[in-house]
């Protein structure tokens, strides 16, 4: 017997808090504010995001994302898959 959709997607959502689904232009910065890549804020909470951008070679574990706001936050990469990444604040 197939599960459904529904009780897929709960089976496999481990995230303490839902994202909210977003369309931002922020910024990936790291380097000491040298080094900058423009990208796209797919989703979004309080404690991380998923992000969309033409490559992530060369965008390190470690960095800076500035939202248009202007509000920075201090990220950690969780997972990296073609155009996407997930990470988490801190």
Partial sequence: MLASAANFTAAVERRSAPRLRTFKSGKIVFNHDFSVFDCMVRNL??????????????????????????????????????????????
């Fill in 45 to 90: 909470t309080e404690r991380g995001a998923c992000l969309e951008f033409g490559d992530s070679v060369g965008v390190p574990d470690t960095f800076e994302l500035q939202l248009a706001d202007g509000l920075r936050h201090h990220c950690n990469l969780i997972w990296r898959y073609k155009d996407r990444m997930g990470v988490a604040f801190h």
